[in-house]
C-alpha cells in the first residue's frame, strides 16, 4: 500500500473517529439551550473523570458562569445533560410533573452489580411497589420505638470519646461519628450489635471503610459504571464481586435464616423484607430475587450511616469554629436536660429550635449529596420555555450550587444558622433547600437521619467542648477524589475536651 494511500486511510479514521466523539454536540445549540463548549472524548466534565474536580464544585463553577439562566446544557462525553436552576422548574420536575420524572437514570444491573437494585437507582416500576412496602420501617412510630436504641448508641459514643481524649491527641470526627452512626443503624435497622466503637476491628466499620474510601479502584469502577455503563456490562465478567457485596450478600441471608429458626420478630426493616419476601404478590408481580432483596438493606446501611456521620462532623467542624454557635446551642441542651432530667425522649428533641437551625444550617452548607439526578420518561417541554427534550433526558438539579448561591443565601460561606429561622425561610422559594429531595422520590430515610445526628450532637455538646487544633484544615476543602458524597479531605481534626457541668 503505497504512504499516500495510508495517509488518506489514517486521516478518514480519525475524522469518523472525531466525528462519532462529536455528534452529539449540537444537541442544546439547537434547542436554544447555553451551556460550556465540549471537549471530544470529555464532553464537560474532564476535570470530574480524572478526580480533579468533586462534582458539586465542578457545578457550582457553571451555575455561577451562568447565573442568569434557568436551565445550563452539559456534556458527559457525548450524553447531553440538562442542568436545572429555576425553582419553578425544578419543582416542575421533582413534585408538579414528577410522573414525567419518576426515574433517576442510574444504570441498574444484577448480573454486573447486585446491589445496585435499590431503592435510589430503580426505575419506576420497581421502585414505587419497594417504596410503598419500606416506607412503614421509618414512620414517626416507629422512629419513638427506635429512639431509646439511638440514646444506648449514644452513650457508647460518650464513652467512646472519654477514652480517644484521655490521649491528649486531636480526634478525627469523621472515623469518630461514623462508628456511631454504624451502630445505630446496625441496632435500629438490622438489629444488629455491630460494635463499631468499641471494637476497631468491626466488620461492618470495615465495609463502610472499604465502600467510601477514595480509591484508584472505587473511582474507577464507579466511572465505568456511570459514564460507560455498556461497557461495563461488557467487561463485568472479567471483574470480581467486591468484597462489599460478598459480604453484604451473606449477612443479610444470615440475619434472615436466623430469624425463621428462631421465630425472632422485631417489626424492623428487616422483618419487612422478610414479610416481602414470604409475600411477593404485594409487589405487583416483580419478580423479588435475593440480590434485590439484599440490595435494600444495603443501601439502608450506606445510605444511614455515612450521609449522618458525614453531617455530624460538620456541624462540629463549625460549631468548633464558631463558639458562640456552639454556647448558644449547649445552653439550649442543657435547658431541656433541667427541665425534662437525664433522659431526653423523642419529643424533647423536637422542641429544640435552635439545634434544628444549626442542623439545616450544616445541611445548607454541606449537603451529603451535591447534585439530583432525574431522567425523563417521555419527551416534555419546559413550562414556560421553548425548551423541549426527548425520552430519557438526563437532569441535573445543582444542590451544592443553589444552597452556596449567595443571590439565595448572602453571604454562604458563613455559618449562620438564623438563616433557618422562620421568617426568614418564607422568604426563600422552598426548592431552594434540598438535602433529602423532595417530592415522591425524596430520601425515605430522612427522619431517620435526622434524629440519628440529633441525638449525636446533644450527646456530645452535653458532654464535651469541641475546638480547632493545628490539625483543623481551615479553610475546609473537599475531597475531589470522594466518589459519591461531600467530604472533608484528609478528614476532619478537632480537639474535645470533658466538660465539667458543676
Given amino acids: 500500500m503505497e504512504p499516500v494511500e495510508i495517509l488518506c486511510g489514517i486521516s478518514a ?35 470530574i473523570l480524572l478526580n480533579k474536580k468533586f462534582p458539586g464544585d465542578y457545578l457550582r463553577n457553571i451555575y455561577n458562569e451562568y447565573k442568569d439562566e434557568d436551565m445550563i446544557g452539559i456534556f458527559a462525553r457525548k450524553t447531553p445533560i440538562l442542568v436545572v436552576k429555576n425553582p419553578e422548574l425544578i419543582k416542575n420536575v421533582l413534585i408538579k410533573d414528577f410522573s414525567n420524572f419518576a426515574n433517576r437514570g442510574f444504570p441498574v444491573s444484577e448480573k454486573s452489580d447486585p446491589l445496585s437494585q435499590h431503592l435510589i437507582n430503580l426505575e419506576q416500576k420497581r421502585w414505587r411497589p419497594l417504596r410503598i412496602r419500606l416506607t412503614p420501617a421509618f414512620t414517626s412510630g416507629r422512629l419513638k420505638e427506635m429512639f431509646s436504641l439511638m440514646s444506648e448508641c449514644a452513650d ?6 472519654d477514652k480517644l481524649i ?49 480509591n484508584w479502584k472505587n473511582n474507577l469502577r464507579a466511572k465505568i459504571r456511570q459514564f460507560l455503563p455498556q461497557f461495563y456490562e461488557v467487561i463485568h465478567y472479567l471483574l470480581p464481586h467486591s468484597e462489599v457485596t460478598t459480604h ?44 434485590l432483596i439484599t440490595s435494600q438493606a444495603f443501601i439502608f446501611f450506606i445510605a444511614g450511616f455515612e450521609t449522618s456521620s458525614v453531617t455530624i462532623s460538620n456541624a462540629l467542624y463549625e460549631l468548633a469554629l464558631n463558639q458562640d454557635i456552639q454556647v448558644k446551642l449547649r445552653e439550649e441542651i442543657d435547658e431541656e436536660y433541667i427541665k425534662n432530667g437525664s433522659n431526653l ?66 453571604k454562604p460561606d458563613i455559618f449562620d444558622p438564623e438563616r433557618f429561622a ?73 480537639k474535645i475536651t470533658k466538660r465539667n457541668r458543676t
Fill in 156 to 161: 457508647h459514643l460518650e464513652q467512646c470519646i
Fill in 248 to 291: 453484604f450478600t451473606r449477612v443479610v441471608r444470615d440475619i434472615m435464616k436466623y430469624r425463621e429458626m428462631n421465630n425472632v420478630i422485631r417489626h424492623d426493616f428487616v422483618d419487612i423484607l422478610r414479610e416481602l419476601k414470604k409475600h411477593p404478590e404485594k409487589l405487583d408481580n416483580i419478580e423479588l430475587t435475593e440480590s
Fill in 345 to 410: 425522649i423523642y419529643e424533647n428533641v423536637k422542641k429544640m429550635n435552635y439545634l434544628d437551625k444549626v442542623f439545616k444550617e450544616t445541611l445548607r452548607k454541606y449537603p451529603p449529596g451535591t447534585v439530583l439526578t432525574r431522567q425523563s420518561m417521555s419527551s416534555y417541554t419546559f413550562e414556560g420555555t421553548n425548551v423541549s427534550i426527548p425520552k430519557n433526558q438526563k437532569i441535573w438539579i445543582p444542590i451544592f450550587a443553589i444552597h452556596r448561591d449567595p443571590n439565595i443565601y448572602p
Fill in 422 to 494: 422562620n421568617e426568614v425561610v418564607e422568604t426563600r422559594h422552598e426548592m431552594h433547600f434540598l438535602p433529602f429531595g423532595d417530592g415522591p422520590r425524596n430520601c425515605i430515610g430522612a427522619r431517620f437521619a435526622i434524629y440519628q445526628i440529633k441525638i449525636g450532637l446533644i450527646k456530645i455538646l452535653r458532654n464535651y467542648k469541641v475546638d480547632t487544633c493545628d490539625k483543623t484544615q481551615i479553610p475546609y476543602v473537599i475531597e475531589p477524589k470522594a466518589p459519591f458524597l461531600l467530604d472533608a479531605k484528609g478528614g476532619i481534626h478537632l
Fill in 166 to 214: 484521655d490521649k491528649d491527641a486531636p480526634v478525627e470526627c469523621r472515623e469518630l461519628t461514623a462508628k456511631f452512626t454504624t451502630d445505630v443503624v446496625g441496632r435500629c435497622v438490622f438489629g444488629l450489635e455491630m460494635n463499631a466503637l468499641s471494637d476497631e476491628d468491626s466488620e461492618f466499620r470495615r465495609m463502610g471503610k472499604l465502600f467510601f474510601t477514595p
Fill in 13 to 47: 479514521l480519525c475524522v469518523a473517529v472525531y466525528y462519532y466523539l462529536t455528534s452529539t454536540y449540537d444537541f442544546w445549540k439547537v434547542r436554544g439551550v447555553p451551556g460550556p463548549k465540549p471537549l471530544p472524548g470529555f464532553g464537560n466534565i474532564k476535570d
